[in-house]
């Protein structure tokens, strides 16, 4: 029996249009057709180009665009539930809005890579157009990760539809028996036995090649979809992603990764090393690369030496952060309080650390996360009207600063030679690892991308190949590259599988936090610079990323910037090499055991 709509249903779509063949339907859809094609072929390509008054008016003619989009999409939907199930013109029609809009994309993209202070700079000429900050603050919250429906729908699919992905993923990722286990990088920083370490990377390393070929096979298309992707939401290259996320000068990625790769690559290659000749080997297995050693100290040092130098870079206030650690919520492990430290203001904030890392690790994490935390309590604050979250490349370097306090301060305490050496090795081995990777990471996906404009396509052997030459370059000559596995390491590297713009501002925030402490250890008035990091703090993102800096004292468009953050690094391996040479002296020299002498007494 066929069931009757209501009267009232169709009465009330006539509100809208006539009906769907009516002339004044046919009119609404040609006026935004002619509206979308006017408004692509005046402002494509040329949003930076315009005045404070020529963008208000894009943006009224875009809003005129929405306007008429939605009142048409209303009125398909509508028809569509209520009188016309699986109605092919509805279909039909919505496939035309979608074809209309797809011609507006690029002013979003436009608007999302333009820098903040630009946009500022434009609603002081023209005040009008801080009736659309609600508008530019949500979407440029969402800066790097606006994509084209084609390509987020390809990304989606290669990402999470592949068959057996996942359970591929889990196999490759989590090598440690268990449901529960932890990922291999976690793994192997806390297994201290390196037979131990070899069999976990051996478990790694003898998955199926199917499942390798597949895991690469989706490295190479996330690559080649990179530029596809990146073109959509504004940002040609990962560097643009970071300068504009960040708001920095575009010269700025050139500039940092010029002083990394001339001296930081020489560093590595020096500590790895040392390294080697330390585990007894002549080539680092990447098990032993992936491993920090942690050197033991107490849980009063927290209390007695590193919360006081915490206390000295961050500005007090009432507030409390309560710490917590613990295992992972799955493992139904309570969280029991730490620690409390100094907050910016009165609310109490928390810091969950997974897993239960021995002290020494777990007072470097709650110091990061104490000066991340503390940054994005600022800035929360003293943001700019388009800014909704901290400028990502200075949280990073609030938490690095801190961890970096925090590490200086037990080495300068430290007595004992073997003791300092112990910890200078782990300050020195927690920052290699972090930029050597990072480095890598960014040059294995510039090469890869290079190739695939060269050549259209980037088969898996060449994927492998690049990646293993970028590791090469990264940590140098001590390390065994052709260790079975290792060509599938990129799984543990997050920045492999999100945007290389991360890899860059993790880079940016070390470098630029030990080019900061670097300062520190040499000025003549500490009171002066704990005031500059306030200063810094409490500007949180209310300003673009030069000035910011500048409340430091730093300038990031001199090379000497970059550099300097890597000075700091070369002068503890410096101090380590010199306390390996101490003890070595030191160490008393053992006679070899006397022979006795045919036919007499002992020598």
Request: hydrophobic share 40%; net charge negative; glycine share 4%.
């Amino acid at each position: 029996m066929k069931t009757e709509r209501p009267a009232s249903h169709l009465q009330s779509l006539k509100d809208i249009f006539p009906g769907k063949t009516s002339g004044e339907f046919r009119t609404a859809m040609s006026r935004l057709k002619n509206d979308v094609k006017t408004f692509h072929d005046t402002y494509a390509e040329g949003i930076a180009d315009l005045d404070g008054k020529d963008l208000l008016t894009a943006f009224q003619q875009y809003e005129s665009i929405l306007s008429q989009v939605g009142a048409l999409h209303s009125y398909v939907d509508l028809r569509h539930i209520t009188v016309e199930k699986n109605d092919a013109w509805a279909r039909k029609t919505q496939k035309k809005l979608d074809d209309a809009m797809r011609d507006t994309l690029f002013f979003k993209s436009e608007i999302a890579a333009l820098p903040e202070f630009e946009l500022l700079d434009r609603m002081a000429e023209e005040p009008k157009l801080a009736a659309y900050t609600p508008w530019l603050r949500l979407h440029r919250s969402y800066s790097g990760t606006v994509y084209e429906e084609e390509v987020e729908r390809y990304l989606h699919d290669q990402a999470h539809k592949h068959p057996d992905l996942k359970e591929i993923w889990a196999k490759l990722a989590a090598p440690v028996a268990g449901d529960d286990a932890a990922p291999l990088l976690q793994t192997l920083r806390e297994e201290n036995d390196a037979e131990k370490r070899r069999e976990i990377f051996a478990s790694f390393a003898t998955e199926t090649e199917e499942d390798a070929e597949t895991l690469m096979q989706l490295l190479s298309n996330r690559m080649r979809s990179t530029g596809a992707a990146a073109a959509i939401r504004g940002f040609d290259t990962p560097e643009k992603a970071f300068t504009s996320q960040s708001q920095t000068p575009e010269d700025v990625p050139h500039k940092m990764m010029k002083a990394l790769t001339g001296k930081l690559p020489q560093i590595a290659a020096k500590f790895y090393k040392r390294k080697a000749q330390e585990t007894g080997v002549p080539r680092l297995h990447p098990a032993d690369l992936l491993h920090i050693p942690v050197p033991e100290t107490k849980e009063e040092d927290w209390d007695k030496t590193v919360q006081p130098a915490l206390e000295k870079l961050f500005p007090k206030n009432d507030g409390t952060l309560k710490v917590l650690d613990g295992q992972n919520s799955n493992s139904g492990t309570a969280l029991r309080p730490m620690k409390l430290f100094i907050m910016p203001d009165d609310r109490p904030s928390y810091l969950c650390l997974d897993g239960t890392p021995a002290p020494l690790e777990r007072m470097a994490l709650t110091a990061h996360g104490i000066g991340r935390d503390i940054q994005r309590d600022h800035a929360a604050k003293s943001n700019t009207p388009l800014t909704s979250k901290p400028l990502p490349g200075f949280e990073t370097l609030a938490g690095h600063a801190a961890e970096f306090a925090a590490l200086d301060a037990l080495i300068d305490a430290a007595n004992d030679p073997a003791e300092k050496r112990d910890l200078i090795a782990y300050q020195i081995e927690r920052s290699l690892l972090t930029l050597s990777l990072s480095a890598a990471v960014t040059a294995c996906d510039r090469a890869l991308n290079e190739l695939s404009e060269k050549q259209g396509t980037v088969s898996v052997d060449e994927a492998k190949k690049l990646w293993k030459t970028s590791l090469q370059n990264a940590f140098g000559p001590a390390v065994d590259y052709d260790a079975p596995g290792l060509d599938m390491l990129w799984v543990e590297a997050p920045y492999m599988l999100s945007d290389t713009a991360d890899a860059l501002q993790d880079m940016f925030g070390l470098t630029l936090a030990a080019k900061l402490m670097h300062d520190r250890k040499d000025s003549s008035d500490p009171a002066a610079d704990n005031k500059k990091f306030a200063d810094f703090l409490a500007a949180g993102s209310s300003k673009q990323g030069k000035p910011l800096l500048k409340t430091l004292g730093i300038d990031i468009t001199d090379e000497q910037t970059w550099q300097d953050g890597v000075s700091l690094l070369e002068k503890r391996l410096e101090q380590l090499t010199a306390l390996d040479k101490q003890l070595a002296a030191d160490k008393p020299v053992q006679k070899p055991a006397a022979q006795k002498k045919k036919g007499g007494p002992s020598a």
